[in-house]
C-alpha cells in the first residue's frame, strides 16, 4: 500500500519561508515522478511543481517559479517544498502526489498525501 505522509505547513508572514515534506512509503518508484499540488479555499486543485525521481528535471507552474523549489533524497524517500518569498494567494491546502512513469508533468497521478494546510497573512 503506497503512502504520503505531509509535513510542515503552518502560519507564515508575507515574504516567509516554509519547507513542506512529504514522506513516501517504502517500495521501490523508481522513474515515478513527484510533484506538489496545492487547492486554495474555493478553487481547484492546481499544479505547483513536478521532479523526476532522479531530480535531474523539474517543472514549475508560473505563479510558483522563481520562488518555489522542488526537490528529493531518495535514500530518505521524501520529497521537499521549499517555498520562499510566500504570498497572500499562495494559501492554500498543498498535496504530495506520485506519478507513474509517462505522467505529463501538469497532471495528477494516482496517490495523494493527506494535505498540508499553508497559510500566508498580509
Known amino acids: 500500500q503506497v503512502q504520503l505522509i505531509e509535513s510542515g505547513g503552518g502560519l507564515v508572514q508575507l515574504g516567509g519561508s516554509l519547507t513542506l515534506s512529504c514522506s513516501v512509503s517504502?517500495?521501490?518508484?523508481?522513474?515515478?515522478?513527484m510533484a506538489w499540488f496545492r487547492q486554495a479555499p474555493g478553487k481547484g486543485r492546481e499544479f505547483v511543481a513536478t521532479i523526476t525521481w532522479s531530480g535531474n528535471t523539474t517543472w514549475y507552474n508560473d505563479p510558483v517559479r522563481g520562488r518555489f523549489t522542488i526537490s528529493k533524497d531518495n535514500a530518505k524517500n521524501t520529497l521537499y517544498l521549499q517555498m520562499n518569498n510566500l504570498k497572500p494567494e499562495d494559501t492554500a491546502v498543498y498535496y504530495c502526489?506520485?506519478?507513474?512513469?509517462?505522467?505529463?508533468?501538469?497532471?495528477?497521478?494516482?496517490?495523494w498525501g493527506q494535505g498540508a494546510q499553508v497559510t500566508v497573512s498580509s
Open positions: 502526489n506520485l506519478k507513474n512513469p509517462g505522467t505529463m508533468y501538469f497532471a495528477p497521478g494516482d496517490y
Open positions: 517504502a517500495r521501490t518508484f523508481e522513474n515515478y515522478l
